[in-house]
């Protein structure tokens, strides 16, 4: 009869930092160490494990970052401030050379400072943003899940892993950031990482 021992794992860390003297830049080029900022917000680890067969990790983490940067003059969100990220990961080993396993992540979206239309100068005949409040808007929520397959041949030199991994499964749009058109009257989206088949091997040599 296999026995079967199970371990659970947590962890609490909450923080606050205050950040002084950061290098900033104002609206004529000049630098100065007159940044500020402060960050605060806690990381919930959880771990369960069941004997060999089943292992699997969540990590929850909340954050504000703030930061008087650049040429705001005033603290406001900090470029990547990320609110809520979620992390987990979950592998199963039905046999003892088959393992199958899923990683999923969610996070805030990042802020960033929106272009409220644009003015045309006649002289260049080039277009300017208006420029609206530094960090007042954000980036839709990264969201993304990745699933693989793995089978273990011992036999094959000094073992081998066949694997087939899918990145980003259901094919989500992750907005990296957004394109301007001319004018800056419209916008589109620059994503990141499609839906990835990948059919790989590991190998000792």
């Known amino acids: 009869m296999e026995r079967q021992f199970q371990i659970s794992i947590w962890n609490l860390e909450v923080y606050r930092k205050r950040f002084?003297?950061?290098?900033?830049?104002?609206?004529?080029?000049?630098?100065?160490?007159?940044?500020?900022?402060?960050?605060?917000g806690y990381e919930l680890y959880i771990q369960k494990r069941t004997g060999d067969?089943?292992?699997?990790?969540?990590?929850?983490?909340?954050?504000?970052?703030k930061r008087k940067e650049r040429t705001a003059s005033e603290v406001t969100l900090f470029d990547y401030d990320q609110t809520y990220m979620?992390?987990?990961v979950l592998q199963y080993r039905p046999t003892d050379v088959w393992k199958i396993g899923i990683r999923f992540r969610y996070a805030t979206g990042r802020p960033f400072t929106p272009a409220e239309g644009g003015w045309i100068d006649n002289e260049t005949e080039r277009y300017f943003p208006y420029v609206g409040e530094r960090n007042s808007r954000r980036y839709p929520p990264y969201h993304r899940l990745d699933f693989r397959i793995a089978r273990y041949f011992p036999q094959w030199l000094r073992g081998t892993t066949v694997y087939l991994e899918t990145i980003n499964t259901y094919?989500?749009?992750?907005?990296?950031?957004?394109?301007?058109?001319?004018?800056?009257?419209?916008?589109?989206?620059?994503?990141?990482?499609p839906f990835i088949p990948v059919l790989g091997v590991d190998m000792k040599l």
């Open 171 to 193: 094919n989500r749009d992750n907005v990296a950031y957004y394109v301007w058109s001319e004018d800056f009257s419209d916008k589109q989206n620059f994503t990141v990482f």
């Open 86 to 88: 979620v992390s987990t």
């Open 20 to 40: 002084s003297r950061l290098m900033i830049i104002d609206s004529v080029g000049n630098f100065s160490n007159e940044g500020r900022g402060r960050a605060f």
């Open 53 to 65: 067969k089943f292992i699997g990790w969540t990590s929850l983490t909340y954050s504000v970052a």
